[in-house]
């Protein structure tokens, strides 16, 4: 290319970047472009299982519910917080709705009297057993203490139309509670110790995890609750969002704290290798044009972009700092004892970084295989800004390097000798004793290597809020089972008859559980618990007459023995009052009842106790996750093994299978030791190592690409590139290494993997190439 | 379920400390156990002649209460944070479960009644007593109690002697508490009982 050619790619493609770029600016603007709910980067459940589970989940509001307490050891006082705290909600933008416990109490009385009438077939659940079971007098027993004792539900009412109090039994056992009692004007309140606490129930009314309502949860909601807690009124809280946002603040927290470390560690480097900011600017607009490039056909391609894929992406694509520092180093060269001419320095780097930028954008470009959507968009802005870096380098690089002479810094020079001191002891690794015990390693590390899908795992929770959360459940019960028995059937009859069936078994098994049927059961139970109650009330009513001293005379009409079964419709169903709504799913084609479990039992035993059919199935929401998380794993495993492979087919091709096994051994050895480290350290290997370790893939072979591919006349000391490679290693140590020190596990297992990975990858190649005569091969 | 927790509650919190109120009240010590015999009479409305039962109460404080009811139909109910059972003399039969946490909450609310103190959700209304007696008048405000407590009228010296429950529907517990024993500790028969 003659140089006013390149002058004019060069501006021609600063004006394509800068259209594009203005393109990005247009298109971000726009609502929506960029998404915030970190939901979203989880992929679509397709697995019957997951769905079940996802159901249950948005249809009980699971993660939308929060709860906050006001506590004092004066009433009035914690009543007042709570006031003040409502008074607060109003005017905050924050989209939470208050829960309507008044409301609910108001549906359970109209639903309970309406059920009143078919009293007859409904009855609690140990009434019922009892009755089966042909307890009578157990149940004469507590009939009679019911009656007599002050404890007791029975009222003089209920003397000619329920008199054995099964229907006040019934209503008693089938509504939820949660340990709470009410004061004059409704509002819930629970006492522990010396304090009254104040309850405030609520459902965020908008995705928890959207970073703009944990923004909303940090910047309005929080200084609410601390006013509050200022003026003495202790504060506990609980709900997903709570812990969202604290993670959210967490992770602000750790990209602050570790992005500031990363870039004045590498702007610090960078200016003691180089005495100047041009390698830094190149860096910059090399990564901008990029990034740019990326944004650009995400937002065409995907009419939007994760904001988390947007910033990983970009991370990832940060790889090109290191063709900046190559591109620089390179820059050093001498030919006659002069400077390499600036328009040149890219020649040199032939054909190993084409080559490296290729590998690296096949690997990036691999990750549209994982099934997340975020993955997906990151490797499409990654594959592409990366492939645009190579351009930007080559087009605009010579205009940063310095016109005339140029000498390398003593320091540069320094570090490039003590590196090829390192590199010196190289042919140990060609030894036997070198291979076999890399072999043990590798063996005894792969072996012991235990895997971590657990989704629990991952997150990090708050541990003040975890605090926080044990001590409101030490106070109020809570339905905080994730597990549930799904039971699906063709019609209303046999989707609560299979429920009864599932009931029964759990109760044999002594499996606490709460089901739809404790409140509405089959019409055929209703048949039968009609057919017992009669028989017992009439063998016992004697009893009763005994008990009261008067005559009062059996009558089936009046205890309802006459009245007809109660019949649910689709559309009763769906209308329950909250408590029992979501233990049952009615829908036109679908009808789906949830039996949650209360156990610490393991799904193992509740599988084989269940037992399992396509219309009974055991979920575990959090076993479902797990196991989805161990499949991405594996998939990932796969596509590390596939871009090994990838790499060695494009290398053989190119220049035969000699040299590919040279370029691919010192990355593939380092990815299979990391691995190894992390087995003998017994840390559990996830997904998020298996990511980092297709990272180490993708910038690590690049090492080996330019040692390979170095000019062998140039004398020792005059070539920089085992400093290139040891300033990549770092920068990138600071870019991604730097993670392991996250509290989020998800985060540093990325990191620990990348660090480890990276600094065996420098090491290996430099002593497997840094010293060979590659036209060996 | 209100209906039964605020029978429980207030009458378990009761019979222990509610005349605090008053300089004479004795406070019962923690860990420790009161004895006492109850005769009460449960006026129906229908029903001509009162429900007279009679027996034997029971207080661990923290730990629950036993209502041994001797005549005329024995049963023994047991109250603990597991709910109600009742006692066949081996095992305990869940009457009502669900682990209510609240009949603790409000005895220890009970506990500690003062004066100047409130009950969240009751009025406590002092009402002229006989010498060396005081007495509490304790009303509800919310409409879901109101449906089936009118008020709780409690008297007592040292100790309540008297617990008088109203029904809106004129049904009425008279209860009185005679024979006052306080155990420094819970004995083992009782933690045989109370045990969850």
Known sequence: MTRNLQHVFAALWLAVIMALGLYCLQSVQKEGSIQFDIMALLPEANDHNMRFAN???????????????????????????????????????????????????????????HLFDYRAGLASRDDFTLLQQGKQQTLVDQVIANITSPFGTFTSGQIQTDPFGFFARYVTNAKTMNGASVDDQGNIIVT??????????????????????????????????QNIQNS??????VGGLFYAAAGAEQANREISNIGLISTLGIVLIMLLMFRGPRPILLAISVVTSGLIVGLAACLYGYGSIHILSLVFGSSLMGVAVDYGIHYFCASYKRVNNQSIDRFEIIRTLLPALPLGVLTSSIGYGLLMLAPFPGIQQMAVLACLGLLCTFVSVSLWGPYFIQTGDRQASSMAIKTQNALNRFASIGPIMKSKTFGVAAFVFIALGLSSLNFNDNVRGFQSLNPELKVQEERIKSMLSFDNSSRFVAVQAADIESLLTTTEAVAQRLDQAGIEYRAVTDLIPSVSQQKEARALKARFSQDNFQAIEQVLGIPIGFSKVSMGFENENFI??????????????????????????????????????????????????????????????????????????????VFFL???????????????????????????????????????????????????????????????????????????????????????????????????????????????????????????????? | MKKWFFNVAFLVGLFTNVQANTPEAAVLPAHSMMKAQFVQNRYLSGVPMPIISKGNLTLAEGRGLVWDTL????????????????????????????????????????????????????????????????????VPGHPQVTNFIK?????????????????????????????HKIEPKVTSDMEVLLND
């Open chain 1, 568 to 645: 649910p419709t689709e559309n009763f169903l769906n209308t329950l009052p909250e408590g029992f709504r979501e233990l049952i799913s009615v829908h036109d084609k679908s009808l789906i009842s949830r039996v949650l479990l209360n156990t610490t039992q393991s799904t193992g035993y509740l599988q084989t106790m269940i037992g399992q059919d396509e219309n009974v199935r055991l979920i575990d929401p959090v076993g479902e996750y797990t196991s989805l998380f161990a499949s991405y794993r594996e998939l990932m495993m796969i596509l590390a093994m596939a871009l090994v492979v």
């Open chain 2, 71 to 138: 005549t005329p139909f024995p049963s023994t109910l047991i109250i603990t944070k597991k709910g109600l059972f009742q006692w066949d003399g081996q095992t305990k039969a869940p009457v009502i479960k669900g682990g209510d946490k609240a009949i603790f909450e409000v005895m220890g609310q009970i506990f500690n009644v003062a004066p100047g103190k409130t009950i969240p959700g009751f009025t406590l209304e002092k009402v002229p007593a006989k010498k060396k007696f005081w007495s509490l008048r304790l």
């Open chain 1, 55 to 113: 159901d249950f989940m948005s249809e009980a509001k699971v993660a939308h519910r929060i709860v906050i307490l006001f506590g004092d050891s004066e009433a009035e006082k914690a009543r007042k917080g709570l006031e003040q705290f409502r008074g607060s909600l109003t005017m905050m933008t924050v989209p939470i709705q208050e829960k309507n416990t008044q409301e609910i109490e108001k549906s359970y009385r109209a639903l309970y009297k």
């Open chain 1, 192 to 225: 522990a110790g010396e304090k009254t606490w104040y309850v405030f129930q609520g459902y965020v009314e908008d995705k928890i995890f959207s970073l703009k309502v944990q923004e909303k949860i940090n910047e309005e909601l929080q200084p609410v609750l």
């Open chain 1, 650 to 777: 494009l290398l053989t091709l190119r220049n035969g299978l000699g040299t590919a096994f040279v370029i691919t051994r010192p990355v593939v050895l380092s990815v299979l030791m990391t691995a190894s480290l992390l087995g003998i350290l017994g840390v559990g290997f996830s997904m998020f190592h298996a990511m980092g370790l297709i990272l180490v893939l993708c910038i690590g072979i690049d090492y080996a690409l330019f040692l390979f591919w170095r000019d062998l006349k140039t004398e020792e000391g005059e070539e920089l590139l085992l400093l290139g490679n040891g300033l990549a290693a770092i920068t990138t140590i600071l870019s991604f290494g730097l993670l392991s020190l996250s509290a989020t596990s998800a985060v540093s297992s990325f990191g620990l993997a990348v660090f480890i990975g990276i600094v065996l990858n420098f090491l290996i190649t430099t002593l497997f190439l840094g010293k060979i005569e590659c036209k060996d091969y």
């Open chain 1, 232 to 237: 003495g009124v202790e504060i506990l809280k």
């Open chain 2, 151 to 179: 008020c709780i009228i409690i008297t007592g010296g040292k100790y309540i002697t008297h617990i008088s429950i109203q029904r809106p529907n004129g049904d009425h517990d008279e209860i009185d508490i005679l024979s």
